[in-house]
């Protein structure tokens, strides 16, 4: 039986998750995103943020600059408009089967 690898544990101060906290309530920012780019599972971080609701975590959360905030909200935008250049490109796909399958079965060759 094969062993099980050991567990990614690691200890984050009062103040990484009040950061990433506040990350996570940005407007247009979702938990899994912040988790992804801090390498932690979202599970975790939204521990964090009912533990800041309850005030078990009071620590002062660094303040975020402008960039950051600004690149958080332009890579939410462009994953928007790539979920929806996704969808169009599969509409796309199924059309031209369906044209070419209309084609092929309207050709006079295959009478």
């Known amino acids: 039986m094969a062993k099980a690898s050991p567990r990614k544990i690691e200890k984050y ?3 990484f998750k009040a950061t990433a ?3 996570s309530s940005l407007p247009g920012v979702q938990v899994k995103d912040v ?3 801090l390498d932690i599972h979202p599970f975790m971080l939204s521990l964090w943020r009912k533990q800041v609701r309850e005030r078990v975590i009071v620590a002062r959360a660094s303040k ?3 960039q950051t905030t600004a ?3 332009r890579l939410r935008e462009l ?3 790539y979920k929806v250049l996704k969808e169009e490109h599969e509409l ?3 059309a031209i089967r ?3 399958d209309r084609k092929r079965r309207s050709s006079p060759s295959s009478k």
């Open 21 to 23: 906290v506040k990350l």
């Open 79 to 81: 994953e928007r408009r």
């Open 71 to 73: 690149e958080l909200r």
């Open 64 to 66: 975020l600059d402008v």
């Open 13 to 15: 101060g009062d103040r």
């Open 92 to 94: 796309l796909k199924k």
């Open 98 to 100: 369906f044209a070419s």
């Open 35 to 37: 988790a992804a780019a």
